[in-house]
């Protein structure tokens, strides 16, 4: 059995919907699969004396689940006031305008094209919903619009997909670039650094306890890919594809092409680098 302590991040284990912080609830979304780990997480976020609460990341139009998430707010006592996103996939915000219709509540989001309501979300916002203080974070990377929001209260951070609980996210490309990757993960490690963040509170998988471990290992397993990919066009390996079935020999074939997206990303980066 492995040692989930000896993991990148020190996952907690089995991801289960219920507390994970003391302002923090996940509830499990049911739709698992290779890119979505045991499925979404979405979290709902609150005071714990307050009867007002956020939710980010609705998840997958799943009318269950999105009733799920209604009734364990209502059943700690708490009216869900204001949706927030951390990027755009399906498996986040399909459910974002039937949510909003079983909450009335608007929708936030750096994407215009996401939002139901007005305001949307800028770099260093403060969310103060029921006295809860949760800070933006741009992060952009695994997508143009990716967010991560800061809960200093818990000394966490919820991440969407830029932070997984478990192996490594995709750099979807040409929306997601690399450079902008690298730089949101050293604004992390900041957090971690700066901020005292410790807890991960990622769009998939389990809660992580070791932020900045996991911000280390992130930021090594990209600059050992890059190494990887560079070594692979100097032996006359070309396309992207190409690239895959030598870089990523070991990885199930079923993810190749989510690891296509990350090597057209990477080959993007070597080439604006004057690399190859």
Not at 192 to 209: F, K, N, Q
Not at 218 to 232: G, M, P
Request: proline share 6%; charged share 20%; hydrophobic share 40%.
């Amino acid at each position: 059995m492995t040692n989930a302590a000896a993991l990148p991040g020190q996952p907690r284990g089995s991801v289960v919907s219920g507390p994970a912080t003391a302002r923090a609830v996940n509830v499990l979304a049911p739709n698992p699969s290779a890119m979505t780990l045991d499925g979404t997480n979405t979290w709902i976020v609150s005071e714990p004396d307050s009867d007002l609460a956020v939710v980010i990341d609705p998840g997958p139009l799943d009318d269950a689940h999105l009733q799920h998430v209604v009734a364990t707010a209502e059943e700690a006592g708490k009216r869900i006031a204001l949706t927030l996103l951390t990027h755009g996939h399906p498996d986040h915000a399909e459910g974002a305008g039937r949510f909003a219709e079983l909450t009335g509540t608007k929708v936030r989001a750096l994407d215009p094209a996401l939002r139901l309501g007005d305001e949307g979300l800028s770099a260093g916002q403060v969310i103060t919903t029921g006295g809860l203080e949760m800070r933006v974070v741009p992060t952009p990377g695994h997508t143009a619009d990716s967010l991560c929001f800061h809960l200093p209260a818990d000394r966490a951070v919820l991440t969407g997909d830029t932070v997984l609980g478990r192996g490594t996210t995709v750099v979807a490309h040409p929306d997601g670039r690399l450079g902008d990757y690298l730089d949101s993960l050293r604004r992390l490690r900041s957090l971690t650094v700066d901020d005292g963040v410790h807890t991960v509170l990622p769009g998939h998988g389990p809660v992580l306890d070791d932020a900045q471990g996991v911000v280390e290992f992130y930021l090594a397993h990209r600059a050992n890919r890059l190494a990887q990919v560079e070594t692979a066009v100097e032996n006359g390996h070309g396309s992207a594809a190409e690239v895959v079935a030598h870089v990523y020999a070991d990885v199930d074939r079923s993810l190749w092409p989510a690891a296509e997206l990350s090597v057209r990303a990477q080959l993007e980066y070597l080439r604006e680098h004057g690399l190859i």
